[in-house]
């Protein structure tokens, strides 16, 4: 089992940055790779970002490219997310998971989720 707890959302404008944190336990965080999705009210669950096991390849979606940014500290067994620019249509509640498997930008594909944190961002 892994156990993941998100934090860092809050209210913030259009334009400032904010960085989410997912702080796991349980399994061996080193070993599993760790995706960031986002889901807004009547809305499907939406894939943001994937890093590997050792936090040497990252993946975005389209909507965030050269926006968000994410990296892993094991030792700290954390995953962060970096949202700089933020728009007011990023405004969802945030969730990071863990699959033991390869990156994978589909949310069926991971087994551990964290509780999500909202994020708002006014205009």
């Known amino acids: 089992q892994v156990q993941l707890v998100e934090s860092g959302g809050g209210l913030v404008q259009a334009g400032d940055s904010l960085t989410l944190s997912c702080v796991a336990s349980?399994?061996?965080?080193?070993?599993?790779?760790m995706g960031w999705f986002r889901q807004s009210p009547g809305k499907e669950r939406e894939f943001v970002g994937t890093?590997?096991?050792?936090?040497?390849?990252?993946n975005y979606a389209d909507s965030v490219e050269g926006r968000f940014t994410i990296f892993r500290d094991n030792a700290k067994k954390t995953v962060y997310l970096h949202m700089s620019s933020l728009k007011p249509e990023d405004t969802a509640v945030y969730y990071c998971?863990?699959?033991?498997?390869?990156?994978?930008?589909?949310?069926?594909?991971?087994?551990?989720w964290g509780q999500g944190t909202q994020v708002t961002v006014s205009s």
């Open positions: 998971a863990a699959r033991p498997y390869v990156p994978s930008e589909d949310p069926d594909e991971y087994n551990y």
């Open positions: 349980g399994r061996a965080f080193s070993i599993v790779t």
């Open positions: 890093v590997d096991s050792d936090g040497g390849a990252v």
